[in-house]
């Protein structure tokens, strides 16, 4: 952490729009980092500003002297949120999380309410407290890397999902996250689920149009 137990400063991919259409934030699966949706944001750009910011310790951004939480992500993102938002980014923007990003967003629309309208979720990775301690041990290693699967395998999903109030999308794609993406909506019943199952890995690039139409209609209906 910084002084006061801040974290560091995040490096953030930004396209900015001078429309008024609601601002989309990007949220990275780990090991990747916001370079992950350069495609996607470059589909979206054309309507809406977007932004892509690494999370600490991956792409560009320095790591954080604390552990690695999901609780640790999302302040990092709401303190970057707050600060664009002084460079003329408009607040609040819609959080979009695929894969473990889908964790951010959730933590980040709990923590900051006020940065955050709107909660677009593509392939939860939620599973039963059981397993997640059984993969939370298959990466109990030193590698750096693996923090941030340590993170979101210790995440509280159970009491983190059932406080959710956001609306949004919850998107079960064709990948073997479907069926635990089916579970979460459950336990987020703001959310609309949508299952697209022709919809295959790499769900950002076989099926990035027609997931930029779903968040295009979501944010603009």
Known sequence: MTAAGRPPPLHLRRLDQTSRARPLLCLH????????????????????TVLAPDYPGYGHSP????????ELYAQAI????????NRGVAKPVAALGFHTGCLVGVELSLRYPEL????ILVDVPYFEPRRRAELRAEYADDNPQNAGF?????????????????????????????????????????????EEPQIVKPAFSTGGARLAELVGGFLDG
């Open 116 to 119: 955050i309208d709107g909660l």
């Open 150 to 194: 340590r993170a979101a395998f210790s995440y509280d999903c159970e009491a983190r999902f059932a406080a959710v109030r956001q609306r949004g999308l919850i998107i079960a794609t064709g990948s073997a996250l479907r069926q635990a993406t089916l579970e979460a909506a459950q336990r987020m019943p703001t959310l609309t689920c949508i």
């Open 29 to 48: 699966p780990i090991p990747h980092s916001g370079e992950f949706f350069a495609e996607f944001l470059q589909r979206c750009a054309a309507q809406r």
């Open 78 to 85: 709401g303190e970057c949120l707050l600060s664009v938002a």
């Open 63 to 70: 790591a954080s002297a604390e552990p690695a939480t999901i």
